[in-house]
């Protein structure tokens, strides 16, 4: 296990973390930019909330009890699938469905905090209390699945180039990455989001 990881450290300084580095950035920017934009149309702003609101109340996670741990369950079942995708989207031989799904992510948390401003709740204890004791965890293993993603997608471009290229190495290596660094990541975050973000938010 020591030496799997020791690997996955190799890999991110030698092939992802350029990648994740900028689509940390295009996810910043993204909800900077739906935050800033929104506050300034309101009647956009209160279209985009509701319709977050039915996308968040369609998934049928808000019901499940925190307590027997379905919440966290419905949580990390959710949150993979939104990953996978990221991930599968790797294997479209162009990098818009990638960025696409990156900058809707980073686009929703700008319009929660955009309607909260809005109704003169603090942004700030939202960011604190209710993203980033889970966020730390699912907001990398969702921006690491776009780097892998990112890392495939190159990968199909030089197999096309140059028939030698070793494309089915570098899909291993990434769908490691995606099993042993993104999903437990994804888990941890399931249950803080379910156990612990609750109790900063007062619930």
């Given at each position: 296990?020591?030496?799997?990881?020791?690997?996955?450290?190799?890999?991110?300084?030698?092939?992802?973390?350029?990648?994740?580095?900028?689509?940390?950035?295009?996810?910043?920017?993204?909800?900077?930019?739906?935050?800033?934009?929104?506050?300034?149309?309101?009647?956009?702003l209160?279209?985009l909330?509701?319709?977050?609101?039915?996308?968040?109340?369609?998934?049928?996670?808000?019901?499940?009890?925190?307590?027997?741990?379905?919440?966290?369950?419905?949580?990390?079942?959710?949150?993979?699938?939104?990953?996978?995708?990221?991930?599968?989207?790797?294997?479209?031989?162009?990098?818009?469905?990638?960025?696409?799904?990156?900058?809707?992510?980073?686009?929703?948390?700008?319009?929660?905090?955009?309607?909260?401003?809005?109704?003169?709740?603090?942004?700030?204890?939202?960011?604190?209390?209710?993203?980033?004791?889970?966020?730390?965890?699912?907001?990398?293993?969702?921006?690491?699945?776009?780097?892998?993603?990112?890392?495939?997608?190159?990968?199909?471009?030089?197999?096309?180039?140059?028939?030698?290229?070793?494309l089915?190495s570098?899909?291993?290596?990434?769908?490691?990455?995606?099993?042993?660094?993104?999903l437990?990541l994804?888990?941890?975050?399931?249950?803080?989001?379910?156990?612990?973000?609750?109790?900063?938010?007062?619930?």
């Open positions: 296990m020591k030496n799997l990881y020791a690997e996955q450290w190799r890999l991110f300084k030698t092939k992802y973390g350029i990648h994740f580095l900028w689509i940390f950035i295009l996810f910043f920017l993204s909800g900077l930019t739906a935050y800033f934009y929104l506050l300034r149309d309101e009647k956009l209160v279209i909330a509701k319709w977050v609101t039915a996308m968040f109340n369609q998934k049928d996670i808000a019901h499940l009890d925190a307590q027997t741990g379905e919440l966290a369950f419905g949580l990390f079942w959710n949150n993979s699938v939104a990953c996978l995708l990221i991930f599968l989207s790797g294997f479209i031989p162009i990098f818009l469905p990638t960025l696409g799904i990156i900058c809707f992510n980073g686009a929703i948390i700008g319009i929660i905090m955009a309607y909260l401003k809005f109704n003169g709740n603090s942004v700030m204890e939202f960011l604190l209390a209710g993203v980033v004791p889970h966020g730390i965890f699912e907001i990398p293993a969702i921006i690491l699945a776009g780097a892998l993603a990112v890392t495939i997608t190159l990968g199909v471009y030089q197999k096309l180039d140059n028939r030698r290229f070793p089915k570098v899909i291993l290596d990434a769908l490691k990455t995606f099993l042993f660094v993104c437990p994804l888990l941890i975050a399931a249950l803080v989001e379910s156990f612990v973000t609750p109790l900063f938010l007062g619930v």
